[in-house]
């Protein structure tokens, strides 16, 4: 069955730094999302994209978020000056496009900041 | 207006119980209600999902019930199993594509 492959599985930066968490969604999925985990707590929307574009974003995803799709098959998302508080697990979900149908999550980027 | 609560928090289930989770719904223009399992260091697979054009929906050991009135709608696992133990999430969502996720339930069925 084909899956949502998220690189790496765990990332530790330092305060400040710039990071990049990397999904390859399934190939024949038009929306993409990354979605965060802070530790024992509920899993919270970032931000999707469909089309090349943001089409939705949360309060979470401020200016120190992006995302791109730099090429056919990987979704990124990038967080500049990293803090503390980002501390989270970080999942990548992609679904075919039709109204409400399934998310497929992958198994996430835990990142550590330091 | 765009939270979804979850009950119980934890939640621990002899083996052959029926594990029951509810969750309740303020945003009206919800209209797709899916259930999440998460076992530890893995991403959520969708369990069993329901629309509001239907009180129930069953899948194998597990149903949904769904009361639109109300705003409420519960996980039901019959015969639950070890097997099952993990953290489970209730989720919804309508024209804008995220999920809302609730709190998660972390379900212990002891053998």
């Known amino acids: 069955e084909p899956e949502v492959t998220q690189t790496p599985s765990h990332q530790v930066t330092q305060m400040g730094q710039e990071v990049i968490l990397r999904c390859v969604p399934i190939?024949?999925?038009?929306?993409f999302y990354w979605y965060r985990q802070i530790l024992g707590q509920k899993v919270e929307f970032l931000v999707s994209f469909y089309n090349n574009e943001i089409s939705e974003k949360s309060e979470i995803f401020d200016d120190q978020f992006s995302v791109e799709r730099p090429d056919g098959s990987n979704f990124t998302l990038k967080i500049r000056s990293t803090k503390l508080e980002d501390s989270a697990m970080y999942f990548c979900?992609?679904?075919?496009?039709?109204?409400?149908?399934?998310?497929?999550f992958g198994n996430g980027t835990r990142l550590t900041v330091t | 207006q765009q939270q979804v609560k979850q009950s119980p928090q934890s939640l621990i289930v002899q083996k052959g119980g029926i594990s029951i989770i509810n969750c309740a719904y303020e945003n009206t223009a919800f209209d797709y209600f899916p259930w999440y399992q998460q076992f530890p260091g893995k991403g959520p697979a969708l369990l069993i999902a329901i629309r509001p054009d239907v009180s129930e929906k069953k899948e194998g050991r597990f149903t949904i019930s769904f009361n639109k009135s109300a705003k409420q709608f519960s996980l039901h696992i019959m015969d639950s199993q070890p097997g099952d133990s993990a953290t489970y999430f209730c989720a919804a969502s309508g024209s804008a594509r995220q999920l809302t996720f609730g709190s998660g339930t972390q379900l212990t069925v002891l053998p």
């Open positions: 979900a992609s679904s075919p496009g039709q109204y409400n149908s399934p998310l497929h």
């Open positions: 190939s024949n999925h038009l929306y």
